[in-house]
């Protein structure tokens, strides 16, 4: 099973890139749709080619095929084309040039809006919607919606970045996008050919000892655990000329402060702004 | 591309499950996998074969290689074998047996306590971590891990089912499976190889433009897409012997009443007592 025909590592190169040679996993079953998976890369530069016709279609019927808790389907997409919003959006992300740059930028909502609507329709009322639980339902069911239709692109052979800064500002985005009161965008999404002249490589995580847990949560040695990954992000940065801090360091500084929230601290008012009471 | 090898539907026969003969969307690429991921049905009764020897480190090495926000890696999952611990995970879902009796059964983490030990460890204090956002990333990073290991394990002819209901009581839950403060069971997963016995059919979904929207979001004639649909769904239970009631009467009846949340309405002080304080 370790020679996949195509482009696809086999089955041990897949696992070596992604975990490093010395923590790769006693892996089980392997086919060319899994290779595919642990070949995921994030992608910033994008080709300006436009997709096939009826890309789009197919990915939200990927989409939609997705488990969704109880059928409710409380989530919604937008595709944005305008470069004027767009612009908006890549502000709102701080500067992410990619959202203006990418042939298709999506914004995933969750969306009890049509909840509500149903309701009123029928003349009644819904106890349980004003609730966290609903909210995150919401946000859960567009995640796994979203990575389906991820699945979907990269077996086209297009590349995805998800962009979690629409929610540094989820009230200015609901006014760009026409949200009704319970609609919040909770990720954008571009989607597009990956420029070949920016490659990106496969990111490591952490070893699966570090994630994965047998029955009750074990911490384990940690530390040498970490140690070993700021080692192996340590190289994949000097690789990819990034900047040389090790995972600790980024991790540590993406949440040290509230103001590295990026107006995320801001979240769950906002959200209350536009019709989710979070109770 | 409309005859495709093997057990899989073509293109046109795939969207026609998915959205009725007289719904489906002109979707444009196509290929295995997206035929696969169009395929998917939730699955409730298994057989008791065991998986094949590391088929869990292959799923969870399709989770990792799912994107996760500024590779925080704010998620962890569980491998539950234990009987007596599946079956008080069961009762908390409000006795699904599936949960039993499923060869492999995993909890999915939103998982903040690594961050925290990081911290410790280095002597750093994280004003971003007691906010919603964290919370709402960890989530959605589980969910888009899962999704990847959902995509896995039925590349390899295996079936699932997402358990929301382990957020019934994620106090319980995080006692059962001794997990650190700052970590929350958000959601289960079975895994396992459908029972031929009890066939499902793929269910049908909101039709495209029912979710998909261009540039602003249009509500459109809600009315009348929602009777079709309801009609669809009518004649979705009843060649699946499911109770006769329509989705619109199916969708208001899950969120009525505070009842209905069936202990998820006192989720947000359940996670505040786990260490989320949800800011």
């Known amino acids: 099973m370790d020679a996949i025909p195509g482009t696809l590592p086999g089955k041990n ?44 279609e197919t990915l939200v019927a990927a989409a939609q095929s997705a488990a969704t808790s109880s059928n409710l389907q409380t989530w919604s997409v937008v595709s944005v084309t305008d470069p004027a919003v767009r612009a908006k959006l890549a502000a709102i992300a701080g500067g992410q040039k990619h959202i203006e740059q990418c042939p298709l930028y999506l914004v995933w909502l969750a969306d009890l809006s049509r909840l509500a609507r149903i309701a009123e329709a029928e003349g009644r009322v819904l106890e349980g919607l004003p609730f966290l639980e609903p909210f995150l339902v919401a946000s859960i069911d567009a995640a796994l919606a979203a990575q389906n239709a991820v699945v979907a692109a990269e077996s086209l052979g297009l590349s995805t970045l998800y962009i979690g800064a629409m929610r540094n500002d989820v009230v200015a985005v609901a006014e760009l996008l026409g949200l009704p009161p319970g609609v919040a965008g909770v990720f954008g999404l571009c989607v597009g050919y990956a420029d070949p002249a920016a490659p990106s490589e496969v990111k490591p995580r952490l070893p699966q000892d570090g994630v994965l847990h047998h029955g009750t949560y074990r911490i384990g040695d940690e530390v040498a655990r970490r140690a070993a990954y700021d080692e192996r992000m340590g190289a994949f940065s000097r690789r990819n000329e990034m900047q040389a801090d090790t995972w600790t360091e980024r991790v540590l500084s993406r949440i040290a402060s509230v103001k590295a929230l990026r107006g995320r601290d801001r979240l769950k008012a906002a959200l209350r702004r536009i019709g989710f009471p979070l109770q």
Chains 1, 2 share one sequence.
């Open 13 to 56: 190169a897949a696992l070596a890139a992604r975990y490093g040679d010395d923590a790769a996993p006693a892996a089980g079953p392997w086919n060319e749709t899994i290779a595919q998976l642990l070949q995921h890369r994030s992608v910033r530069a994008y080709l300006p080619t436009a997709l096939p016709t009826g890309t789009l």
